[in-house]
């Protein structure tokens, strides 16, 4: 079973940019599809974006569509999230997560492999 491992996160001003990686353990990363999940204080986790097992097809949540974009490098056994333009209401601690479904899959309960988290802070 893979391992997750994120980074990227920390502290930026309204307006600005920031990538997170998550970096797979094992030779079976491109078996899975991989998502992008966040929590906020007080609120249930929500998925934010999600990519196929080649990369080939992706969901972006309609909160930060035209935002954020989601990628994969199975070679590099990492999923991206990279987040442009960035809010106080994406302040979270973001999840990396993967799925052993088909296709593309946006559930959170569908997701059986997870990140310890990363924690981004948005500043206005």
């Known amino acids: 079973q893979v391992q997750l491992v994120e980074s990227g996160g920390g502290w930026v001003q309204a307006g600005g940019s920031l990538r997170l990686s998550c970096a797979g353990s094992?030779?079976?990363?491109?078996?899975?599809?991989m998502g992008w999940f966040r929590q906020a204080p007080g609120k249930e986790r929500e998925i934010v974006a999600a990519?196929?097992?080649?990369?080939?097809?992706?969901y972006v949540a309609a909160s930060v569509k035209g935002r954020f974009t989601i990628s994969r490098d199975n070679a590099k056994n990492t999923v991206y999230l990279q987040m442009n333009s960035l809010n106080p209401d994406d302040t979270a601690v973001y999840y990396c997560a993967a799925s052993p479904g088909v296709g593309l899959v946006v559930r959170e309960y569908q997701y059986n492999v997870w990140g310890q988290g990363t924690q981004v802070t948005v500043s206005s």
């Open positions: 990519i196929t097992r080649t990369g080939s097809v992706t």
């Open positions: 094992g030779r079976t990363f491109d078996t899975y599809v």
